[in-house]
């Protein structure tokens, strides 16, 4: 079972440039989510969605935009990339419910210059 | 906002020793979850807490909620280099009867088995 795939592993960026994490599950999850893990501040929630077409926002979404189009991906969109950003992110998936265990992607290690 | 405060940030032990790791809130929960982080890899879920009181064991791993759900504790017996990595809790809150998945993260406790 692949899980949750998360797709660059790492990426180095320039001030002002835009790119896309992907992200991809495969177990029919309706929540998906992304946070960023900055050290000692552990994750922090950035956009949320509870099914297709269906996205919020988190505690820290400014500069990063989202959408949602099938059950399976939800890419992650970084606007104009600045230093601030230089984080580690991850996705992760959970079934509708009340209380659900969350699956994690093994993240990406953004860096900006 | 609900905040989780985990302490301590920081923990070297030698293996054999006991340890615990603390998260505390202001805020009350619907559920408290501990996780496990390895280098380079994304957290993996240890246990859910779900009830005030309740006190889960896991092998030498205790975890318990506190009876106003707003704070959990994880205990480690006889500690082993194995245990080693991050550990982190996150809460769940309802919100009209589901958390949509969102969790709110403590700091983390980066612990360090020595052999």
């Known amino acids: 079972n692949a899980g949750v795939t998360q797709t660059p592993k790492f990426q180095v960026l320039k001030t002002g440039q835009s790119m896309t994490l992907q992200c991809a599950q495969d177990?029919?999850?309706?929540?998906m989510s992304w946070y960023r893990q900055d050290p000692g501040m552990g994750l922090r929630l950035i956009h949320y969605?509870?099914?297709?077409?269906?996205?919020d926002q988190g505690e820290v979404p400014n500069g990063y935009n989202v959408s949602r189009s099938t059950t399976e991906d939800f890419p992650l969109r970084l606007l104009s990339a600045a230093p601030s950003q230089t984080s580690v992110y991850f996705c992760?998936?959970?079934?509708?419910?009340?209380?659900?265990?969350?699956?994690f992607g093994q993240g990406t290690r953004l860096t900006v210059v | 906002t609900q905040l989780l405060e985990q302490s301590p940030q920081f923990l070297s032990i030698q293996e054999g020793e006991n340890l615990t790791v603390y998260c505390n809130s202001s805020?009350?929960?619907?559920?408290l979850q501990w996780y496990r982080q390895e280098p380079g890899e994304g957290p993996v879920l240890l246990v859910t807490?779900?009830?005030?009181?309740e006190v889960k064991k896991l092998k030498r791993l205790t975890f318990q909620f506190g009876d106003a759900r707003k704070d959990s504790s994880l205990h480690i017996t006889a500690a082993q280099p194995g245990d080693t990595g991050l550990y982190l809790c996150?809460?769940?809150?309802?919100?009209?009867?589901?958390?949509?998945?969102?969790?709110?993260f403590g700091q983390g406790t980066i612990l360090t088995v020595h052999p």
């Open positions: 992760a998936s959970s079934y509708k419910g009340g209380v659900t265990e969350a699956f």
């Open positions: 177990m029919n999850h309706e929540y």
């Open positions: 969605s509870v099914g297709a077409g269906i996205t």
């Open positions: 805020s009350v929960f619907s559920s």
């Open positions: 807490v779900v009830t005030g009181g």
């Open positions: 996150a809460g769940q809150a309802n919100a009209g009867g589901t958390s949509y998945g969102k969790l709110t």
